[in-house]
T-cell receptor, first 118, second 114 residues
Framework: GAVVSQHPSWVICKSGTSVKIECRSLDFQATTMFWYRQFPKQSLMLMAT?????????EQGVEKDKFLINHASLTLSTLTVTSAHPEDSSFYICSARNTRTSSKETQYFGPGTRLLVL | AQKITQTQPGMFVQEKEAVTLDCTYD???????LFWYKQPSSGEMIFLIY??????QNATEGRYSLNFQKARKSANLVISASQLGDSAMYFC???????????FGQGTRLTINP
């Protein structure tokens, strides 16, 4: 299957700092990328959907000023957690899909980033 | 609105036995896709199998098969000859035609005992 990478795989930061997480599709063009958040023993919660070259669409209740998403190219999307606080500690997973390829229904996921804010 | 329901929070199965993970869905759309993902303790979401709503045959991928019963709106995952490495969380998901996002179920934690 297609490969999606995420960097870093884990990060520990102080409260008030900003953290940037990168998501890359390595062997296909990701016209659409998704960012999810997952708390322990829970399902994935979609935060936002981004299409290459346009602004991200945020889910209800997700602060767009706090979680900045940039999808500048067909292979890279970034999530920046601004002024992180302990309650932002979570597992963040990105996902990518090539919506221009009708035969590709599958959405591929990155390995995730564990964020711990002290 | 779409909804996925996985009613089994946890399943315990002996190695080499077959296991069925339940998934029911709710949608008014006629065209949709159903997915199963495996999430081991490392956290990575691994795509297992896909079934389109208009596919006449049940999808199969190696030891994985999807028991698709459209009238009952169920899409159960069947794992044959389970292995210790199958221990993980399993998520059922759906996306309707024209939509971008996947809707996930609550997940089922599968534990394979030796």
């Amino acid at each position: 299957g297609a490969v999606v990478s995420q960097h870093p795989s884990w990060v520990i930061c102080k409260s008030g700092t900003s953290v940037k997480i990168e998501c890359r599709s390595l062997d296909f063009q990701a016209t659409t990328m998704f960012w999810y958040r997952q708390f322990p023993k829970q399902s994935l919660m979609l935060m936002a959907t981004s299409n290459e070259g346009s602004k991200a669409t945020y889910e209800q209740g997700v602060e767009k000023d706090k979680f900045l998403i940039n999808h500048a190219s067909l292979t890279l999307s970034t999530l920046t957690v601004t002024s992180a606080h302990p309650e932002d500690s979570s597992f963040y997973i990105c996902s990518a899909r090539n919506t221009r390829t009708s035969s590709k229904e599958t959405q591929y996921f990155g390995p995730g980033t564990r964020l711990l804010v002290l | 609105a779409q909804k996925i329901t996985q009613t089994q929070p946890g399943m315990f199965v002996q190695e080499k036995e077959a296991v069925t993970l339940d998934c029911t869905y709710d949608t008014s759309d006629q065209s949709y896709g159903l997915f199963w993902y495996k999430q081991p303790s490392s956290g990575e979401m691994i795509f297992l199998i896909y079934q389109g709503s208009y596919d006449e045959q049940n999808a199969t991928e190696g030891r994985y098969s999807l028991n698709f019963q459209k009238a009952r709106k169920s899409a159960n995952l069947v794992i044959s000859a389970s292995q210790l490495g199958d221990s993980a969380m399993y998520f059922c998901a759906m996306r309707v035609r024209g939509a971008q996002k996947l809707v996930f179920g609550q997940g089922t934690r599968l534990t394979i005992n030796p």
